[in-house]
């Protein structure tokens, strides 16, 4: 009665019945009450609609500085524009007990109607008083279309809610909605409530009560309405406008100055931890008895795990509180619900992370090869139960990344069949019993694998020719393959690493051959490096040299028809410096001068040819040893006869 419900009573009787009176009784019924019964069946709903109307009554909300509300109204085509006008009635009562805060720099209302678009009906600076907002309320046009709920939530979150246009006072969005919506409302509603704004679901008839929940705000319970037909729309006023008031910072007077107080607000962390969190509050308003505390972790996708949720009170006098036992690096909803002699009053939520527990240091790739690593590492300060080692090529996914576990003591670890030439990702775990540290991450590139340089192949004899090249590190031998460039049988020979060179022999003269060297990693083969060459048999080259001086040595060669030119190269036996010269195919003699006197040469012709080149080696050539002086004055002295005599 105090809530101005209206209670009927009705009531139907003979009189005292006696005993053998129950024929009498039902013929009584059906002659003189049955009328009066048909009457009531037919007054009741009117009465029950007029009780409806009552339970609409508004009370004021008082104390509220500022805050900004916005209205999403679902316009789709299955509300109607009959039931449209129940959506407004019931916008109507959850505005009227805050009309008269309604200013530029006080309480500030929007409205968003959605369908297949989002359509702004009006935005915070539209109207500066209570009596404009109402009235622009009462006539809103109906929109019509689809059910597009998640785009309203986008919408609403970008252009009212905005980190450009925040204002530092309480925040509210009501959805009103009669439908299952056709888009994702998860990722909207997500980013609207991290904005600060408490988001009030209220669904109507074929409304999804899961997809309410997925929009309100934390406690679900009580931030979700729903009723079943749109004639009852209006009976969640007096649910629905006092935790409005409340969520803008009021206290709600209701119509029999039954005063619903203000809950906990301002819900503030100052402290984090790797294993608690420290916040504090503002009181409520009333008579509050104590404080109830909950708190526990989400999940990845943002949602709470029931199963470990942790429940303290704390006294009226406490406004803060250090929830401690969590776990690392993990984000915890907290929740602060007044408590009151008999009721439960209203709640303040909030979130916030733990920190990481310290990771290790100075991670580093201490060697690189060509199918390792080795990584070296400092412990952490906390000694860890062991560590979790993750890595694989960059940018593979993480179910396919391998994984090593390590003991708690390691500082160091070898990693073994890695690709070669691969950048690879890897990151340190510690492991610790409840908690997280932080993660670890280095990458390194292993080496790539390479061919030798500098093949060459030289011809030894009229069935052999010398191939050499220059080696490479880190390999662990060679393979050499030969055969007819236009055959299919070939030959093969491994040699040890630090070998480079290798007869081969056996060949046969006018016939081209193809020689492969390939660099040997374990099992492993890696780049090939291919020469061709062929033995000509009719024409052998020869190189001869002569020394005509002190500092001059002639060299000479025989000129090959399909040869396409030569090259020659000289340097002192004792090592130093090659010089070359090369040479068109008509020339066959060169003077070689400004040597070192009394010292050996070695000196190489090399005869070009497509493709290829041989080379024909001299023996060593000393130059002369000192200077010898040429004779003068070479002349006839006397002539006689068949006898001529000389002098110089």
């Known amino acids: 009665r105090r809530r ?55 009370g004021t909300c008082r104390s509220v500085a500022a805050a900004d509300v916005v209205f999403l109204v679902d316009g789709s085509s299955s509300i109607g524009r009959f039931n449209f006008q129940e959506v407004r009635r019931f916008m109507e009562g959850v505005a009227t007990p805050l009309a008269s805060s309604v ?143 409340t969520s803008a910072g009021g206290t709600y007077i209701g119509d029999g100055s039954t005063e619903l107080f203000s809950g906990p607000s301002n819900l503030q962390f100052s402290r984090e931890t790797f294993d608690s969190l420290q916040f504090r509050w503002l009181p409520a308003g009333g008579p509050v008895i104590g404080y109830k505390i909950q708190y526990t972790p989400l999940s990845g996708l943002g949602q709470p795990i029931t199963s470990e949720l942790e429940e303290v009170t704390v006294r009226a006098l406490e406004t803060s ?82 994984e090593r576990s390590l003991p708690a003591d390691s500082t160091s670890v070898d990693l073994e069949g890695l690709e070669p030439d691969t950048d690879y990702t890897l990151t340190l775990h510690p492991l610790y019993p409840r908690s997280t540290a932080a993660l670890a991450t280095a990458t390194a590139r292993t080496l790539r694998l390479e061919g030798v340089q500098q093949l060459s192949v030289q011809t030894a004899s009229a069935r052999s020719v010398l191939v050499q090249w220059r080696g490479v590190g880190g390999a662990t031998g060679y393979r050499l393959v030969w055969g007819p460039f236009t055959g299919r049988e070939v030959d093969r020979q491994d040699v040890a690493a630090g070998t480079e060179s290798y007869t081969l022999t056996n060949l046969q003269p006018d016939t081209e051959y193809i020689v492969t060297v390939i660099t040997l990693y374990d099992d492993t083969e890696g780049p090939a490096t291919t020469a061709r060459f062929k033995i000509e048999r009719s024409e052998q080259q020869t190189l001869r040299t002569f020394t005509i001086g002190p500092s001059t040595i002639r060299v000479t060669w025989n000129l090959i028809r399909s040869a396409q030119g030569y090259r020659l190269e000289w340097r002192r036996a004792a090592g130093g410096e090659t010089q070359r010269q090369s040479f068109s195919t008509s020339t066959n003699s060169y003077e070689i001068r400004g040597l070192q006197p009394g010292t050996e040469y070695v000196i190489t012709l090399y005869t070009l040819y497509e493709g290829r080149e041989v080379a024909t080696p001299a023996t060593t050539s000393p130059t002369v040893e000192q200077p010898v002086g040429s004779v003068s004055n070479l002349r006839v002295v006397e002539s006689v006869g068949s006898t001529v005599r000389v002098g110089w």
Not at 346 to 355: H, M, N, P, Y
Request: with cysteine.
């Open 321 to 402: 509180y250090v929830a401690r036992g969590l776990k690392s690096a993990t984000e915890y909803l907290v929740t602060v619900i007044a408590q009151y002699p008999n009721s439960v009053g209203e709640s303040v939520s909030g979130k916030s992370r733990t920190k990481s527990l310290p990771g290790v240091s100075n991670l580093r790739v201490a060697r690189v090869g060509y199918f390792t690593l080795s990584l070296s590492w400092d412990p952490p300060s906390s000694r860890p139960q062991g560590y979790r080692l993750t890595y694989g090529p960059r940018g593979r996914p993480d179910p396919q990344l391998d």
């Open 103 to 245: 200013g530029r720099g006080a309480v500030r209302f929007g409205t968003v109607q959605y369908s297949d678009t989002s359509r702004e009906e009006f935005n915070f600076d539209k109207y500066e008083n209570g009596t404009e907002l109402l009235s622009a309320i009462r006539n809103l046009n109906y929109k019509g279309g689809n059910t597009r709920t998640g785009a309203g939530l986008k919408y609403v979150a970008d252009n009212f809610f905005s980190r450009g246009g925040l204002r530092d006072v309480p925040k509210v969005t009501i959805l009103i909605t009669d439908g299952k919506s056709q888009d994702s409302v998860d990722q909207p509603s997500q980013k609207l409530r991290s904005l600060g704004v408490k988001v009030f679901a209220v669904g109507v008839k074929n409304a999804d009560r899961r997809e309410l929940g997925q929009v309100a705000s934390e406690p679900r319970e009580d931030f979700t309405f729903y009723v079943g037909d749109f004639k009852i729309l209006s009976s969640l006023l007096p649910l629905v406008a006092p935790r409005v008031c």
């Open 4 to 58: 101005r419900n209206l209670f009927f009573l009705l009531g139907v009787s003979p009189g005292r019945q006696e005993e053998g009176d129950s024929d009498r009784t039902a013929e009584w019924i059906m002659s003189s009450a049955w009328p009066v019964l048909k009457m009531w069946l037919w007054v009741l709903p009117s009465l029950l609609l007029l009780s409806l109307h009552q339970a609409e009554a508004q």
